[in-house]
């Protein structure tokens, strides 16, 4: 059974950084790329950023460019979200997502976890 | 880019039928088959109820179809039930980035 674990969210001022993991486990996690997509409060999903499955290549929105890095942790089934100088335009809950290996969707998502950019 | 469009907010009875639409363009969802629903209650994680236009996964009921016409793909619900009631996202995951969103509808079961 696949399961994906967010952590690390939490209260943080503007300009500061915060790093958020996730947890995974139910699958070979070194053979599927993983997203990191989030919702604002009141507003609608927003992908944020994607790593390959061998760590080779990264995108990220264009809101998020310059200022968050993806990485993962293979020996830990761990993908991680390094967010610096937030904004309170990156309050959200945040989403850990496990695409599929050959279709372009997502299968399983994590509960989220929730971050408050706020002074 | 901008996200796909989509109606705020869809409505209708047990037992009846819903399309849930998301508009893009001739570049997106025009051309590219790889638009995928997923269906959020608040509080929990998203679940995918289609993928690639018309695909079911597994576990999904088939009450859930999906189609697409031009440049406008679509989630039909038929035979709704109270469960149903939630959030729907459309998405696209086209050959470059980012993966788009559309704003989301909020289905009501009367």
């Known amino acids: 059974q696949v399961h994906l674990v967010e952590s690390g969210g939490g209260v943080v001022q503007p300009g500061k950084s915060l790093r958020l993991s996730c947890t995974a486990s139910?699958?070979?996690?070194?053979?599927?790329?993983m997203h990191w997509v989030r919702q604002a409060p009141g507003k609608g999903l927003e992908w944020v950023a994607v790593i390959s499955y061998d760590g080779n290549y990264k995108y990220f929105a264009a809101s998020v460019q310059g200022r968050f890095t993806i990485s993962r942790d293979q020996s830990k089934n761990t993908v991680y979200l390094e967010m610096n100088s937030l904004r309170t335009d990156d309050t959200a809950f945040y989403y850990c997502?496990?695409?599929?290996?050959?279709?372009?969707?997502?299968?399983?998502w994590g509960q989220g976890t929730l971050v408050t950019v706020s002074s | 880019q901008s996200a796909l469009t989509q109606p705020r907010s869809v409505s209708g009875s047990p037992g009846q039928s819903v399309t849930i639409s998301c508009t893009g363009t001739?570049?997106?969802?025009?051309?590219?088959?790889?638009v995928s629903w997923y269906q959020h209650h608040p509080g929990k994680a998203p679940k995918v109820m289609i993928y690639e236009i018309n695909q079911r996964p597994s576990g999904v009921p088939d009450r859930f179809s999906g189609s697409k016409s031009g440049n406008t793909a679509s989630l039909t619900i038929s035979g709704l039930q109270a469960e149903d009631e939630a959030d729907y996202y459309c998405?696209?995951?086209?050959?470059?980035?980012?993966?788009?969103f559309g704003g989301g509808t909020k289905l009501t079961v009367l």
């Open positions: 001739s570049s997106d969802v025009g051309t590219y088959d790889y």
């Open positions: 997502v496990k695409q599929t290996a050959t279709n372009r969707f997502f299968d399983y």
């Open positions: 998405c696209l995951y086209a050959d470059t980035f980012p993966v788009r």
């Open positions: 139910g699958f070979t996690f070194s053979n599927y790329g």
